[in-house]
């Protein structure tokens, strides 16, 4: 006997979600096997993931999802010219091997455009599901983590194939810097902090069940027993960034009785925080040590200042025309030198200037720019959501973009491509909010109402009167 009302199918994934989310599994677990299955594997999982990179873009643009005369696709193609047109004169004029030239390409604008187009390909079902992979990786991770941070420097789920047991980093002498599934300490903070906006994100992306909430309170804890056993001070200081961000976001644009429960969600993080110093006293004091020494070793101020602008020496080595692009990155001194070295600078806005020279400059400005425009953008979906997340995941953004070591460094050159598809996505999709829904302006019909229509009322088809 057939039901009278047949229960809704399940929301299916399209190709673009299926693609971005085998990018993201490739980035996050390709360390593992390159540190404890072969070290050979390198560059066949490189050239994977960049392959379904392109392709993603591909079938994003085929489809149609990326319009030409959307602004955003504007400005992408118009910089790539820029670039392309410039990496062709540098190569030209310094004679540098063509391959740096494809390799700096690929660092340049590969990812930028995988985010972007990966963003617009994606329903929200994909966007949800994105999400949990993610959070479901960086809660699994989680035991690891632990087990690497309690287990000796030279224990075989600290150490790596090819690399000794003098080569691995540790917070202090006998204490490691856990790298998760990563075969890089910067692998795993990074992880970190791409998980953060994602886990805030993630209670508006779909409904609230008891799997959602249980999701996100694991994620949550996880970022924090993450944040303490990284040995990381980037790690520890962003995830305080963000999370007095994401409180007071939640009081500042909640309503009702939402305030409340953003007080309460704070209580609750100052609980959590107690719990986990309370269950790993030594990574505290290993954390102390470590930033006393830092603090003996370097000048605060001075650290900040390179991060965000570069060393100071580098100033002194730029010229108009740059050194190349691509000639930093690691995968240019694997190719060149036989193994992964930055070759120009650490950090990466001397990378930009010095590979890039006065398209360098340009590049740093179009960042500001891009970054100071989807920052009103992220204001405005909070202000209409009642919720913090897109404000929160733009400020991830806003750190990672000119920080983050994308065009030198392979897999955080990937994760900053998924981070620029997550923010996007927010953008795309605001959080499902359980506010009060604010009235119509006097005067301008409700959405989906025609003048002379009954709000409620859908208009008949015409189709069901014929016989």
């Known amino acids: 006997m057939r039901t009278r009302h047949a229960a809704a199918p399940a929301p299916r994934m399209s190709r673009t979600g299926w693609l971005f989310i085998a990018v993201m599994l490739v980035v996050l677990l390709e360390g593992a096997l390159r540190k404890w ?10 050239a994977l993931r ?7 873009i591909w079938y994003t643009a085929r489809l149609g999802l990326m ?3 959307a602004l955003p696709t504007r400005l992408l193609t118009a910089w790539s010219c820029v670039v392309i047109a410039w990496g062709l004169w540098q190569t030209l004029w310094l004679q540098t091997p063509p391959l740096v030239l494809a390799v700096g390409l690929r660092f340049w604008l590969l990812y930028f455009w995988f985010g972007y187009a990966a963003a617009m390909g994606m329903t929200r079902e994909d966007y949800r599901r994105a999400a949990l992979v993610l959070l479901y990786v960086l809660i699994a991770s989680t035991p690891l983590i632990v087990l690497q941070h309690n287990s000796p420097p030279g224990a075989f789920i600290n150490t790596q194939l090819d690399t000794e047991e003098a080569d691995i980093f540790v917070v202090i002498l006998g204490v490691v810097r856990p790298t998760g599934t990563f075969s890089f300490t910067l692998g795993y903070t990074t992880l970190l902090a791409l998980a953060f906006p994602v886990a805030v994100l993630w209670p508006g992306i779909g409904p609230a069940t008891r799997k959602s909430r249980l999701v996100f309170l694991l994620a949550f804890a996880s970022l924090l027993v993450g944040s303490v056993l990284s040995g990381s001070r980037s790690a520890i200081i962003g995830y305080g960034i963000m999370l007095a961000a994401y409180l007071l976001g939640a009081i500042w644009f909640s309503r009702g009785a939402r305030k409340l429960y953003a007080v309460i969600a704070l209580a609750f993080s100052g609980l959590l925080l107690v ?4 269950a790993f006293p030594g990574a505290i004091l290993a954390m102390q040590q470590r930033f006393q020494a830092a603090a003996e070793a370097e000048n605060f101020v001075a650290r900040v200042l390179s991060i965000f602008a570069g060393e100071p020496e580098i100033y002194a080595r730029l010229s108009w025309l740059g050194h190349g692009l691509g000639t930093g990155s690691n995968l240019a001194g694997y190719f060149q030198a036989g193994e992964r070295i930055f070759a120009l600078a650490e950090s990466e806005p001397a990378r930009i200037l010095l590979e890039g020279g006065w398209l360098g400059g340009l590049f740093t400005l179009l960042k500001l720019c891009v970054l100071a425009a989807g920052l009103v953008a992220a204001w405005r979906v909070a202000q209409r959501s009642f919720s913090p997340a897109p404000m929160v995941a733009w400020l991830a953004l806003l750190i990672a973009l000119p920080t983050w070591s994308a065009i030198g460094q392979l897999t955080v050159n990937a994760m900053l491509g998924l981070l620029i598809a997550f923010v996007v996505l927010a953008l795309r999709f605001p959080a499902l909010s359980r506010a009060p829904v604010r009235p119509a302006p006097a005067g301008r019909p409700l959405p989906g109402v025609r003048p002379g229509m009954r709000p409620g009322v859908r208009p008949r088809d015409p189709r069901l009167a014929q016989p």
Do not use: G, I
């Open 67 to 69: 319009p030409v005369k």
């Open 50 to 56: 960049d392959a379904l990179a392109l392709y993603t």
């Open 37 to 46: 299955v072969s070290p050979s594997l390198t560059m066949p999982l490189v």
């Open 275 to 278: 719990s986990v110093l309370a």
